[in-house]
């Protein structure tokens, strides 16, 4: 949307088709106003970063630039009109407004200078010029100013009417038309309300992903750095930057003082429990003599209650005069409650009441001075309130009297506050947390822990530093709180409490300090290995070249290097299927290469064999399946009384989409017969029998089933025993039709006939590939079954391997098996699953477009046969699904995966490594970038990291294309032995720094963070990241090192 | 000019793996159907704009991994939803058979004010597969037992009545929202903050 409009050309000289060309740009304009317009009317307000205002400052910018004098104004240097701004300035007071405007922004980072007069500039992309500590500025930056300032049509009118000085005869912006439309065009843009605050009313507005990497891109000429240039005990940062206060960074602080002021408002985020205008308050700052009128309000977030109080300056609006009053930022005021332990109150019926907060730290904060009209006590009633549940008021402010009449309680607030009562009275509060074990001297677990360690450590940082100026004020109101007492006890009390305030303050500051350093140590350290190894000469990772250095004779020693050269630099593609045995542990380190053969060997056989007995039961799986198939839809056609199902439809198996090459028969029967009888016998067993042996000639005769009316008899020996058997079949196949005609026409005969004549199609094993090369085979052989056997003797041809042919017996397959209903329904529960998971797996990569998939279904079912306690959950197939195109052999992938699974099944649900994960980016990230967590506290709270559950139960596998999860598997397995057996989560973070100025910015919410992830799936880029994510873990290493 | 209210509809579409939710949310916002879908892991939505009784709302549909061992991340999904879809496949009777569960959990971890009066919205989709396992006559009785739960067959493949169940989930949804109390629409007015209402004035130029 936004490349639309390239700078570059307008100013060129048009040939006849300029009237066109004027059209075209008015009609650019047009289109651009009209968006905007619908946009504030869905909502409350636009916001200031929405792609349709940059899209119509462009518009305006490409009208501004057609046909300008530039070199009779001596414009040329530059390609935009920002210049020309500053020289209207000097005849119109609108423009001049802006233009100054433009001028501090500018000025106020160095680096910035040039972005704005050069709005084509985009650098390339956000993860070079780290070392830039700014932010970026928007395009089109005066005439956005402009615009949100509510001048632009006014200066636009100006340039109209003035057009003759600045712009050639035939320029838009002189025309007698075209100017005046331009102009009035812009009136009304001019008069909405822009905001850079995100409520949860705009959100769904916000451009996709791909728009917010873009405009990134296009908008900044270097990214704010990653917290990996910044010192991580940045104190001085931090005494700055209060939780959720947006005054004290103040470039942009138009913005800021508008989002601010919003945030005062009752939104999704903070109830507003209390607001009273003209509160008076003194702020503790040296130019101020008297206390100054203020807004005074009281908000409930989720972490708790604040108190703000803004002074009047602030209030009145933001369009009005140009008077400097970023010092009324400096007296506004913040405080948290929990940071608050008494109120002191001072009621005076004259004047109305003051209230002090004084902290646990001893300090007190500005008095604050109500006008009279019981608003104080409004006020405390508001904030006892507000208190609960967690907290309380002691003594409580509304006592529950009672009465005369016990009955009848009474609630009244304390006498000392109403005003009614005699003249002064003083009264102290305590703000007790029920919430005992919050006691922070207990507080060993940062995991355990809401509020955040740094953020406490700030705030009491931040206190001693401010403390000195309000200390000496604030005696005064202690004194009044003990008016009884002689004056030498007094003084006394006075000195005591001065004392214990000093030491308190410098003691809390250093418990702060070392309680933040010791939590870094003691439960961060564990995330990283203590030991540091360098990447030197590594980062080409391991090449082929490299490989045959370190596999000697077949034989691979060094693993140490093995390891280090992979966490560094990857492994060749071409040696992954090599190497990754060894790093997954299926390989041992130091086996010669006949150790491995074997190793393969057994590896395979053993797989052979589980996969022989589960896809016994699986044959049995299939034809209850059918069975309770049929039996649905005879029931459902017994039900429906139209005759809407035509009776050829019913044919079609939906049971299995991953084996499409269902067959049909042709042969139709009516389906609107029940069948009780077939249904008690069948729930009455409780096993399958299993048989084997005498099963050869079932296909053909089916008179005799009814003797076997409780077993489940498969002929699968028959099948195994020789190919012959198959084509057998085929024989049959063609014979059995007519053998099913030559059946009498009895109804319930028919439906069966119908029912067997679904067929079953499995994927099987065939026999030879089993001979000959040893190796399992797997085909999507659709075997037919027996067209004319009777109902409950379900006989079933499916192409197993033979195990009594094979060196391998699996006694299940061989002898028969009996499977207990639960076990049948269990894994026949999964295998559903599995295949309609399979059916889904990365059906876009070519390795699973067409092929394959059968292997992913039984290496899956093999492991869920084997696991059958666990059972497949979803996700898993998307794991084995990179092994399986790595390796293309079934056994070792099974192999492989067993062993990755080791730790990722702690990940699943059943498992308590995913709330670790989260628990540790929680810690991660208010350690290592403070600023960001704030973000996430503050916008609704999702500290909770849900939206990582993907990266960390798949390992980014969704996050990546293949090639990069090929890479990004390797490291982390190799990243244990190097540097942090939880290397996932410096890649978690490391996602998270990338586009760290797209989520600051754009003040992303939970909801703005999943879409954004989900868009951006597949699109990172890997190589960077992983970069980042060990330079990220050595950041850690560093610090816990330097202690 | 529309009122300034909340106008955004949270929808969660729930029902076991595979009956093909994630193709429904596609089907509706983009009007796409792949068979190249991934099964859903964790959670995602879509947003589309619907205008309803000459209201522009927009609708945010949330797909999440329909495994019930997943269940215990919905309540972070849950939360906030103005009306719910449960979906089941009419040729797999076992996904008609959890829809109780489906709705039960629901109503336990969203935690709606009014869990009787909570909007469901059933749909009952694959219906250009054959055979059919689960009637129309037999998926209505059961909604009939559910506070008349609306009912649509629906086909993401074909884009069968996709649509129309849409605007019918949007329209449950509103009424819902439109309830349920407003809390959060008061401010205190003591103090006149920047001046919020708009201007029509000039949106008249630009009509073209
Ligand atoms: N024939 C048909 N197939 C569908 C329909 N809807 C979904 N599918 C298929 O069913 C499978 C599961 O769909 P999906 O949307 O991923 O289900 P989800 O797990 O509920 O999100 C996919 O293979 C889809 O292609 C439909 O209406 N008709
Ligand atoms: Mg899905």
Redesign the interface.
Known sequence: MISVFSLGGFNISMSGDEKDYKEKLI?AV?KE??QV?EE?????FVHEESGSVTSLCGAVENCLSQGLRRRALGLFKTSSTTALLHKVAKHCSEANRISKKVQEIENSDPNRRSSSSSDSVSKPTLKKNLSFPSSPLPRFLWIRLALFDKQL?KIIDYLVSNASKYYDKDALVADPDYGSILS??????????YSRTKS??QF?TDPPADELVKMHRISSGHSTPPSVRRPILNFGRSLNTSSDDPLLSRNNSQHIA?DY?ES?????RAA?L????NVLVMPAKDDVTEPMPG?LSLHQTPSGLTIKWTPNQL?N???EESQDKSIYWDYALQVRLDEIVYVHCHQDSEAGGTIILVGQDGVQRPPIHFPKGGHMLAFLSCLETGLLPRGRLDPPLWSQRAGANSTTKRRRPLPALSETEEATKDYVFRIIDNSDHKDIFKRKDLMNVKASLPTKVRVQLCSTSTSSESSSKSFSIDQQSVPDSPPSVYIQAVCDSMKKQIISRAFYGWLAYCRHLSTVRTHLSGLVNGKIINGDGASEGITVEKWAELCTDGVVTDYAEVYRYTYFGGIANELRTQIWPYLLGHYKFGSTEEQRKALDEETKQAYENTMSEWLAVEAIVRQRDKE??AH??AK?SS??TSGD?APN????D?SNEVFEDVITDDEDSESDHDTPNRKNKKTRENTIRYESEEEVDKGETNKDCDQQQNNVQRNDTGALNSSKILSVEEEEEATCNNNCDNLEPDPREELHDFIHNVIVTNASVDISNIETEGHVRNHLDAVTEENNSSLDTCIETHGLASPARSACVSPASSNGGIYTQELLKTFGLNLH?IE??V??????YWYFANENLDKLRNVMCTYVWEHLDIGY???M??LVAPLLVTFDDESLTYACFCHLMERMIEN???GNAMDCHFANMRSLIQILDAEMYEQMHAHGDYT?F??C??WF??DFK?ELVYPDVFTTWEIIWAAQHVASSHFVLFLALALLETYRDIILSNGMD??DI??FF?EMAERHDAVAVLKLSRELVLQLQLLIENK | ??S?K???LKVIILGD??VGKTSLMNQYVNRKFS?????T?????L?KEVTIDDR?V?M?IWDT???E??Q??GV?FYRGADCCVLVFDV???NTFKSLDSWRDEFLIQAAPREPDNFPFVLLGNKVD???????A??AQQWCQAKNNMPYFETSAKEGLNVEQAFLAIAKNALAQQNQSVDL?????D??K????Q??N??????A?
């Not at chain 1, 504030?40 to 409350?44: I, P, Q």
């Not at chain 1, 209390?274 to 205008?277: D, Q, R, T, Y």
């Not at chain 1, 059916?839 to 876009?844: F, I």
């Open positions: 009609v047009k106003v009209k317009m504030s009317v869905t909502r409350k049509a009035s065009l812009l009136v009304g843009p001019c008069a909405l309300d949860v009313e769904w508008k002021v005062l408002h009752q939104n999704s507003l209390f607001g009273k205008n807004y209030m609006g933001f369009t309770d198939q649905a839809i459902l039900e429906s199902h439809e019913l044919h079609r939906l699953r309609k998971d059916q889904r797996c990365d059906r876009n959950m979803q996700g197939c998307d699943f649900p059943n909770h849900y939206f559950y993907r139960l798949l969704r939970f909801t999943i879409k989900n | 000019m529309a300034n909340k106008v955004l793996s595979s068979n190249q879908y991934k099964a892991i964790g959670a995602d939505f947003t522009t927009t945010q991994a329909g495994q061992r997943f215990s991340l972070a040729t797999a009777p597969l054959e055979p059919r396992a689960i009637s006559k037999r959060y629409n008061e401010f205190p003591q103090i903050l920047t001046n919020t708009k201007s004035g000039g949106g008249d130029s630009c073209c």
